[in-house]
DNA sequence: GTATGTTTAAAACACACGTTTGGAATAAAT
DNA sequence: ATTTATTCCAAACGTGTGTTTTAAACATAC
């Protein structure tokens, strides 16, 4: 057996526990026997459980990241007078995310479960991880955004921003129970794609809304 | 020194320690050293930490709720082909939300923030007694919101109110220079009423946006 | 003033946590 | 085949956790 091996059957078993229970919840002896590895080849492999956290964002963010710079660039967004439409930008974003390669299904929920509890705990390390090395790709983003709401003040627009991010990620971190509370008759659970189906109008309703300033 | 002094010395640190850590993060050293209670004293009032996170809501929502409730029958919304619009329901609950009597000013931040770690720390004792609690003003304003929005199958009407949720709590939990809030009371760093501003419009355009059915 | 119930205090409890250790097993290289 | 580096494993370590215990202090009523 590799080594890689055992670092990827930590990483699955960590993403998926972190998104089910939060950080300070799962212990490494969680992640450890559901990975089926040893309790010491976390700290051997990654240093520390704070270390872990970081890699298991990094396993995605890392892609994600590149779609985005990559999709932008394809597009030709921002040079030439060339204006992005908001619906563009957010369903490259969407996009982007349903094209990470996840090691099982719903890789798209657990992820927004993950950045939302990244934003939502107060996990001083991993809020400047991700920080020093998503900063670039963060502010491409709101360049884009900025080209494709000019009529918004840059405070105004940040809120915005900040909102939407809160429908997203809030979302996705409560429709495992949300939907088991509101099971009237509805027997499904609420499948992520369906969901960003309802997502996108409200956001682009809400983002594109008439200016509190003016 | 009467009981209800440690008990309300008691309920005061850990609402601010468990805003600005999270509850698994904060210990019940922490708290009773805030509040300068001897450490046996949260599990002689209250039985034991998960009671003690499940009274700060209480202190929180009993009063919210009754708001709520009392604000409805005032206008009589629901009666009488009486229909609220979308804007008075919210502001009804921003108001009623600046009226529930806290210990400290920025309050509401705090409560916010406080909401949103419930929904998004998958803390099952909590979920389960915030249901079972408030599961009647809850479905009252929905209700509400139905009356309002009678455009919206009742699906998306769901998932937009689940959107709006997510824009407040998010927006609350990530202010992130909490910790200089809660010290010096007069930072310049976000005041939410100044968000609350920014974010009723956002809110207003996003779930009364043309719906995706149609 | 004594008795009764309530609240505080200090100490200890059992336990789970992240991390470290030293040696066994395995793979790679000479 | 022997060496060398890497990976794995069982056990233990120290620390911090929520909770319990015991007795003292306090308040209240008879």
Redesign the pocket.
Known sequence: ???S???DKILDAAELLFAEKGF?E?????ITSKAN?????????F????A?IQAVFGRFLGPLSRLMEQGSKDNNWGVDSNIPKLEDILRLYTQSLLKIPTSHDNGVAIFMRLMGLAYTQSQGHLRKYLEQQYAKTFRLFMYLVKLSTPELSAEERFWRIQFAMGSIAFTMSSIQPLTEIFENSKSAVAKPDKVVEYLVPYLVSGLTAKSVDE
Request: proline share 4%; hydrophobic share 40%.
């Open positions: 057996m590799p080594q091996d055992t670092v300070s799962t212990s490494l002896r969680m590895v040893n309790l010491a080849a976390v700290n051997y492999h240093g520390s459980k704070n872990l």
